[in-house]
């Protein structure tokens, strides 16, 4: 049967920056689980119903709103709430659920550091899987030297998914994934790179880790807030050159 290995990651708080908009910001965090390892194509069969090629691979090439939908179906395998529900493609985030979610950026940063305030909780060749390991595919999940928090990959092997909008007047829907992958160079490697895609955007590098933590609010928890992403998308006019139109 499956099992989600979690670790309890307790309140503090980490510090963001939003390196477009010269911003940095600290956030404060109450306790939460998330995954020891990022979610493994064995998982992913086993509660799917899928095929799995490489059981202890990290379960990667799917999207944002593939990843939110097997957080709902590893809730209700276990008969916990589902922490989201649909409109279509639209996607509520019901931040009193105890379910299985993606984890916020501030999260995902938070348990990925460790306490460290360096570019790596470690040194990459002991603690990732990057382009300076030459490796064509993902790599079976735990092969390297864990964080303090004892949590594997964060960085490297395969960038994961998190709840946040990557920025919204910019990149309309785009979600943010974080972490680097086995191709990429140490630049990207790092504990506060963002990148984000659409959300049906899939890569072979992009994989996900679960949280959990229910919070007594509405619309706003551990660093994200509806309320912020909607001021954020006012772009208050004609969109710079390059920019995604909204609503495409």
């Known amino acids: 049967m499956t099992d989600f290995e979690m670790a309890r990651i307790p309140a503090g708080s980490v510090r963001l920056h939003d390196a477009r908009r010269k911003e940095h910001r600290t956030v404060e965090l109450q306790a939460f689980e998330i995954g020891v390892y990022a979610?493994?194509?064995?998982?992913?069969?086993?509660?799917?119903?899928?095929a799995?090629?490489?059981?202890?691979?990290?379960?990667?090439d799917?999207?944002?709103?593939?990843?939110v939908r097997f957080c709902n179906a590893a809730s209700e395998w276990e008969g916990l709430d589902p922490a989201y529900t649909f409109d279509g493609e639209d996607v509520t985030w019901h931040v009193d659920s105890d379910g299985y979610r993606l984890p916020t950026e501030a999260e995902w940063?938070?348990?990925?550091?460790?306490?460290?305030?360096?570019?790596?909780?470690?040194?990459?060749?002991e603690i990732a899987w990057t382009a300076a390991d030459g490796v064509r595919t993902p790599q079976d999940v735990g092969g390297r030297m864990p964080n303090l928090n004892g949590l594997f990959d964060t960085l490297g092997n395969v960038w994961e998914w998190c709840w946040d909008l990557l920025d919204p007047?910019?990149?309309?829907?785009?979600r943010v994934?974080?972490?680097g992958g086995y191709a990429d160079d140490a630049w990207s490697v790092r504990a506060s790179v963002r990148?984000?895609?659409a959300p049906r955007m899939h890569h072979e590098d992009v994989g996900m880790r679960l949280a959990r933590g229910g919070f007594d609010s509405e619309g706003e928890a551990q660093g994200w807030s509806a309320a912020v992403d909607a001021a954020r998308a006012a772009s208050g006019g004609e969109l710079p050159f390059g920019w995604t139109p909204r609503g495409r």
Do not use: I, K, N
């Not at 979610?39 to 086993?46: G, K, M, N, P, S």
């Not at 799917?62 to 990843?67: F, I, V």
């Open 52 to 60: 799995s090629r490489h059981p202890r691979r990290p379960a990667s």
């Open 39 to 50: 979610v493994t194509q064995e998982q992913f069969a086993e509660v799917l119903g899928v």
């Open 195 to 197: 990148r984000g895609g």
């Open 109 to 125: 940063e938070y348990a990925c550091r460790a306490g460290s305030t360096a570019p790596h909780y470690g040194p990459l060749p």
């Open 62 to 67: 799917l999207s944002w709103l593939r990843a």
């Open 169 to 174: 007047a910019r990149y309309d829907e785009y």
């Open 177 to 179: 994934f974080r972490g």
